[in-house]
């Protein structure tokens, strides 16, 4: 296979990356290899509108695409029929108190055209050590104590940098996000990164900025002081039923 024309990181983790203009467009966002997991690393790169996505055996890619999903908190949508489901519901819904939980859920649901998972061992290990230095959240379903579905991803200042969602039952992961935009919403937080498109996320709400534009409106918001740490309490409880 020939190699693709991208340039390797240095091995010191607070290494610049390229500029994310530089990414391919085939593969669309494909920027550069190599390098680690490390927090340092991949704090400075979603700051700079990059994120890790590769498959067990390939080196670390890091991928910027364009154009760029995102979700307005205030704007994510569920249907009628979905909203009058959940009137009825006695699901509960938390924040960080499940994070191993929903990343390993995430890690081993199959996905339409995909064979295997890119949330690797060594994947789950770098955002698991994120989220205990208080910058990797999840926002959790749960039916009586079992989990129901969930979302987890990167916080930097009021940004959210959205990984990976789950549906353990059916609607699980329309309800996280769901909350979660509430939640940000609340806090004074515009926006939650979906990285790319696909026909679910369009139904939810999701829409298309164009990169220049994304990353205009992330230098300004991972910018702002926000405190770090667990979400839980500030979260509280939120019964699913009141998203309806």
Known sequence: ???LPIPWLADDPGAPFPPAGHALREPDGLLCAGGDLSPTRLLNAYRHGIFPWYSEGQPILWWSPDPRTVF????????????RGLRHSDWMVRADTAFAGVIAACAQMPRPGQDGT????EMQDA?????????????????GDRLAGGIYGVAIGRMFFG????SLQ??????????LARMLQGWGWPLID?????????TLGAR???????LRRIEALVATDAPRGAWTDQAGAMAASTLA
Do not use: C
């Open 127 to 143: 955002y698991l050590e994120l989220h205990r230095l208080g910058h990797a959240h999840s926002v959790e379903v749960f039916d």
């Open 170 to 179: 059916s609607g699980g992961s329309k309800v996280a996000l769901a909350a």
């Open 194 to 202: 979906a990285q790319v498109a696909n026909p679910h996320l369009a």
């Open 163 to 166: 990984e990976s969602m789950v």
């Open 208 to 214: 298309m900025l164009p990169r220049a534009d994304f």
């Open 118 to 121: 890119w949330i690797s061992s």
């Open 1 to 3: 296979m020939t190699a």
């Open 72 to 83: 307005n908190t205030g704007a994510v949508h569920l249907s009628s029929r979905f909203r």
